[in-house]
Nanobody
Framework: QLQFVESGGGLVQPGGSLRLSCALS??????????IGWFRQAPGKELEGVSC????????YYSNSVKGRFTISGDNANNTVYLQMNSLEPEDTAVYYC?????????????????????WGQGTQVTVSA
């Protein structure tokens, strides 16, 4: 069974950093078959496509709200995608979901802007507070 498992969320002070991980679990699948995206949902706010990556060619997408602060990267050998989050702000508080889209079905921009995902992780809470 194919699953994407997030980890790395938690409580951090403003200005701090966290790194989220998304691990592909399931025999017969490899990361380079998918686009991977991080979406987030804060209470009372709309879903946001934070960052998406194609690990095959390295193409990435970032929402304007995180550009310059977050970095997405892929480790194909370990079937894991990371989201390094620096200079965190209270507005970054949300549940972060790892999502995946079959590579042949889309682009990183479409995935992040239109929330095109075939698979979703269970979500990990990120709280930025003093």
């Amino acid at each position: 069974q194919l699953q994407f498992v997030e980890s790395g969320g938690g409580l951090v002070q403003p200005g701090g950093s966290l790194r989220l991980s998304c691990a592909l679990s399931g025999s017969g699948f490899t990361l380079d078959e998918f686009l991977i995206g991080w979406f987030r949902q804060a209470p009372g706010k709309e879903l946001e496509g934070v960052s998406c990556i194609s690990s095959t060619d390295g193409l990435t997408y970032y929402s304007n709200s995180v550009k310059g602060r977050f970095t997405i990267s892929g480790d194909n050998a370990n079937n894991t995608v990371y989201l390094q989050m620096n200079s965190l702000e209270p507005e970054d508080t949300a549940v972060y979901y790892c999502t995946a889209r079959l590579l042949v079905l889309g682009t990183v921009q479409a995935m992040c802007e239109s929330f095109e995902a075939d698979y979703w992780g269970q979500g990990t809470q990120v709280t930025v507070s003093a």
